[in-house]
């Protein structure tokens, strides 16, 4: 299950009004990457490693957003904060940004992140 509230380009909205255009890189070409990290008790475990490869990826990939490392921490615990997460798994993604012609890369990249839900461990695989 996801929680209620999504976060598009600087924006929390509700998770009915998260939508990707059609005409967005990461669709159309595959142009992206993502990151997963876990949330307990409403900390996001291991920030900090989880930016610096999250940076490392997009310069590898040459998608400079812009965002300082602090902008993405401040980020992560705003949705935290938004969705009332105690315990979830944090994704986000971030893509090429929106394309008019399908080939052009715009200067504006497209961040995405969205909360879910994890199950309760089972103690049988402890």
Same mark, same amino acid.
């Given at each position: 299950?996801?929680? =209620?509230? @999504? %976060?598009?380009?600087? /924006? !929390?909205? /509700? ?5 990707? =255009?059609?005409? +967005?890189?990461?669709?159309? &070409?595959?142009?992206?990457? @993502? #990151? %997963? %990290? &876990?949330?307990? +008790?409403?900390?996001?475990? %291991?920030?900090? $490693? ?11 990939? #040459? ?5 300082? $490392? +602090? ?13 009332n997460a105690d315990r979830a798994? @944090? ?9 008019? +012609?399908?080939?052009? !890369?715009? /200067?504006?990249?497209? !961040? ?6 994890? =199950?309760p461990n089972d103690p049988v695989?402890?």
């Amino acid at each position: 299950m996801i929680y =209620p509230y @999504f %976060f598009i380009n600087g /924006e !929390i909205v /509700e998770k009915e009004k998260a939508l990707i =255009p059609v005409w +967005d890189l990461g669709l159309l &070409r595959g142009m992206g990457i @993502f #990151d %997963f %990290f &876990r949330v307990w +008790d409403g900390v996001a475990v %291991f920030a900090e $490693d989880h930016i610096e490869r999250l940076q490392r990826s997009l310069q590898l990939i #040459d998608m400079n957003t812009g965002v300082s $490392d +602090d902008q993405w921490k401040k980020w992560f615990y705003e949705m935290i904060r938004a969705n009332n997460a105690d315990r979830a798994g @944090f994704r986000v993604v971030v893509t090429g940004g929106y394309s008019e +012609d399908g080939y052009s !890369i715009p /200067e504006q990249k497209n !961040i995405y992140m969205m909360l879910h839900h994890l =199950p309760p461990n089972d103690p049988v695989q402890y």
